[in-house]
């Protein structure tokens, strides 16, 4: 497999503190182009602010591979200047309104520090504290006189931290996604014409992945993600049935989200090669959510897709946790893939 | 003047939740020995720091107190490797999904953790779309179960560890501004005393549990006894969610309150100086209960005439309580010019009329 180890984890951690809200994600794709160019024949950013690159391989009858990892985040957008040092903001993504009082934030391309502050609980009236804050009543709030510019974008400010065989960090989706697509092209096997794709505003709608596959028209694509694990205790002592994933279980595999029936073929593939070359893996429990595969699939005249994501807890919240195996293994599980792909593995249903 | 802000920052950084004020105390205790001629714990934990007067003895003194301790959470229950917890002091349970926390594990370390809010599916019937509780939301230190269990104690203390924020003009924003901006006042009185003359001695104390109990400034009055006390603590800043009449504008000056638990005629001496040395102020008013020190200090003994000197926290009680540096500057220099000011027959001039 490709190597794994310190250069891995410190490209991770400048990727999860960069800040690339959706439809603003110069500051991912800047890391993305310093660390591609020297692997990639072609690498061009397209009309929405992808990352395209492509990396051909050797000898006849190579299958056309896309891979795909989104580079935005959920975020806020500042809408309207008060005074002050005080912005409103509306919220870029699907971000519970319950993570955002008391956190802290960076404003604009200059990182402005800012917080999203609340009412003290002492001139609460009421059962005031048993209801949720609405949007409307939150602020950014820059200090006193402090400056951003309405259309600026903001996200949490929480820092990278690695805790034993765990990684503590906003934004681990997807820019373990990321990290891992990079690692990916860096070492792509020559069996196979690898199309990469970092992506835009996934997170608002798979807009970037729909036109990276019309672009590419790939024979076949893999999206590359994070997805939650709900693997907590419940309330009541109970046995969690739905856990979505489990840290520590590896890769999450898909077989049907909220969007894509993900192709069998590539479904079978995957977990023959874990089985294949010992790599831990799992079935994300069908259901919801979704990845850029959603769009991938039905573009042009259809791309079989399938998703791989390494599981974190807590998505779209200010921390979110991940373990270093899972990412290890599903980095593992992709590349011993990408070596065995053969046209014969699309040739019959 | 010297910069607070540095002392400040690590102030807030340096763990002291209620009745386990230690780390803080001594971080306190380093920076005032220079500056106090003794320094000493009470039997509960609170420190004092005494500078002593030019004034013949028996010498009038004046405590001036800001509480050290701060609201936190501790471990109630350990289950598949996650902690439930429950609040020490005051929190509002809406600040405390996604917030970053430091578990102090029985082990000796310093595990970084994240309090996580279960999903709604998780929790039982109409409790999972609202604000969670605190007794189903989870600190997780992304430590394997096992790892866990071999670390973590119930009773173990869990903090805040957001780090410190400096926003613009002056403003300073973490968790535990209240009330560490207020040790951070008396570090710039005990700085602006040194080279000064005052007749009376000064206790300057850090108290403990405040925020739960009052414990420190009750026991510290009782010993020392002082001739007069001035509590130092925070107020409510004007600020999204907050413009009613108990808030005020934030770097516009220091807080002088009156009511029922301050005595008259130091708040009438405290104002008539802020004047004088053109320290901007504002009248804070407490009509029942000031809600801080000043009380339990007002009613210690025989009765302690009492004032309290005050500057705005936005966001109290959250993460993200946000300070003028400016104001705390302002309060440390109006203590000491009030310090300077007394005179030795001071106590005697004392009167409700």
Known sequence: MPPFGNTQLKLLEKLCNAIAVSGDEGEVRKIVLEEIKPYAEE???????????????????????????????????????????????????????????????????????????????????????????????????????????????????????????????????????VATLIELLKHAPANIDLCVAFTVQEEIGLRGAKVAAQSFNPDMAIAIDSTPANDLPVHDGSENTAYNTKLGLGPAIYIADGSTLHDPRLVRFLSQVGDAENIPYQFRQPGGGGTDSGAIQRALTGIPTVSVS??????????????????????????????????ALLAAR | MTDILPFLKSLISTSGISGHETPVAKLIEQKWRPLVDETSLSRVGSLHGLKRGSGKTPRPSVMIAAHMDAIGMMVSRIEAGFLHITS?????????????????????????????????????????????????????????????????????????????????????????????????ALTVCLEELQGKSHVWDVWAVATVQEETSFLGAYTSAFQLRPSIAIAVDGTFAKGPGANGWQTHPMGKGVGICMGPNLHPFLHKKLTELADKLEIPWFLDVAPRHSGTDAYPMQVTMEGIPTALVEFPIRYMHTTVESVSVKDIQRAGRLLAEFIVSLEADFVEKITWE
Request: glycine residues 12%; positive net charge.
């Open chain 2, 88 to 184: 020490v002091g005051g929190i509002d349970v809406r600040v405390l999904p996604g917030a970053q926390v430091t578990v102090h594990a029985s082990s000796g370390e310093e595990l970084p953790a994240v309090i996580a809010m279960p999903p709604a599916r998780l929790l039982p019937e109409g409790e999972g779309n609202g604000v969670v509780e605190m007794k189903h939301l989870l600190v997780d230190t992304g430590l394997p179960a096992r790892e866990v269990e071999r670390k973590v104690r119930v009773g173990d203390l869990v903090s805040f560890a957001n780090e410190p924020l400096e926003l613009a003009g002056d403003v300073l924003s973490g968790h535990t501004l209240d009330n560490r901006a207020s040790v951070a």
């Open chain 1, 310 to 343: 390494v599981p974190h807890r807590y998505t779209h919240s200010p921390l979110s946790i991940s373990r270093l195996d899972d990412w290890k293994h599903t980095l593992a599980l992709l590349h011993a893939a990408l070596t065995k792909i053969t046209p």
């Open chain 1, 43 to 177: 690498v061009r950013v397209d009309a929405l602010g992808n990352v395209l690159a492509i990396r051909r391989g050797r000898g006849a009858k190579r299958v056309r591979v896309m891979l795909d990892a989104h580079m935005d985040e959920v975020g806020f957008f500042i809408v309207a200047d008060e005074g002050e040092g005080l912005y409103r903001f509306e919220v870029v993504g699907g971000i519970d309104g319950r993570y955002l009082v008391g956190k802290q934030v960076f404003v604009g391309k200059d990182r402005t520090p800012g917080v999203i502050g609340g009412k003290p609980v002492h001139l609460m009236e009421g059962d005031e504290y048993t209801r949720k804050v609405p949007l409307d009543a939150l602020r950014i709030d820059l200090g006193l006189g402090g400056k951003a510019k309405v259309g600026d974008r903001a996200g949490f400010a929480t820092r990278f931290r690695r805790v034993g065989q765990s990684i503590i960090a906003k934004s681990i989706d997807n820019r373990i996604g």
